[in-house]
């Protein structure tokens, strides 16, 4: 499996959990990803909130200030995936830790 298969999927994961903790918007989800040592454009995670949201994850909606931008929420699906995703991931973890990877 290639690095960036690997890290796109981290990157959704990532996406979703922090739609858990409340409402994101594409440039603060790439400003935390760049913060975090991931480089991705501002198109790729439009791409990817797009593909959350059709999937079922996320719900969006348009909400104007001093501009208009596109806010995304957790659905009730979003949520039960990100805590399986969570559990699966913690179960890896202790798999890794128990094998001494």
Do not use: C, W
Not at 24 to 39: E, M, N, Y
Not at 82 to 88: G, I, M, N, P, S
């Amino acid at each position: 499996m290639e690095p960036k298969e690997i890290y796109r999927s981290l990157i959704r994961l990532h996406i979703l959990l922090d739609a858990a903790k409340g409402p994101i918007d594409s440039g603060g989800v790439a400003r935390k990803l760049d913060a975090i040592g991931f480089t991705a454009t501002l198109a790729s995670v439009r791409q990817i909130l797009r593909t959350l949201e059709s999937r079922g994850y996320l719900l969006s909606n348009e909400v104007r200030k001093s501009q208009v931008r596109r806010m995304y929420s957790i659905t009730k699906l979003g949520r039960l995936r990100a805590r399986d995703a969570k559990k699966k991931i913690g179960d890896l973890t202790n798999l890794f830790e128990s094998q001494g990877a």
